[in-house]
């Protein structure tokens, strides 16, 4: 009786101390996958950039995308993230462009993952007709693409 005591005391201590996995801190190479919806013509091709993830020891991790301003959290649950909405905000002249994005996957190991992206776009502004001619679009558009990243440093 006592072995079994001390032996939950022990997996306690050990559970609360962190995570059961984390992925490697760095800089990931994003590539994108299928695209399995996409109104989007050639913007979504700035939805597909590198990332900083640091993995925060406890259950979430913060990434920060090369082409946007600011950090969002994500959930880790095993090897498996979600990522809230959030929203990036872009400028092309007179447009103001508000992007939506959502993420999901599982980590196949410290240095690789896979998942979904999923992105709502908004134009707000004089040039919204002019962009949404060059880039093929059609506001408001949406995006959802598989995608693989792995840590490159």
Do not use: Y
Not at 25 to 31: I, L, Q, R, T
Not at 33 to 54: H, K, N, P, Y
Not at 64 to 89: I, M, Y
Not at 108 to 120: F, H, I, K, Q, W
């Amino acid at each position: 009786m006592v072995r079994v005591v001390l032996l939950s005391s022990s997996l306690a201590l050990v559970s609360a101390c962190g995570p059961e996995f984390e992925p490697r801190d760095g800089h990931w190479a994003f590539a994108e996958g299928q695209r399995l919806e996409d109104s989007c013509g050639l913007i979504t091709g700035m939805l597909a950039s590198d990332f900083s993830l640091v993995a925060n020891g406890d259950g979430t991790i913060t990434l920060d995308a090369d082409n946007t301003n600011g950090s969002f959290e994500c959930d880790l649950s095993g090897k498996e993230f979600e990522c809230p909405e959030h929203q990036v905000r872009a400028m092309s002249g007179e447009a103001k462009l508000d992007i939506w994005l959502r993420f999901s996957g599982t980590f196949s190991s410290e240095t690789e993952a896979s998942g979904r992206r999923d992105a709502e776009v908004t134009c707000d502004g004089a040039e919204c007709a002019g962009l949404a001619a060059l880039a093929r679009a059609k506001f408001p558009c949406a995006v959802a693409m598989e995608f693989t990243a792995s840590l490159v440093q």
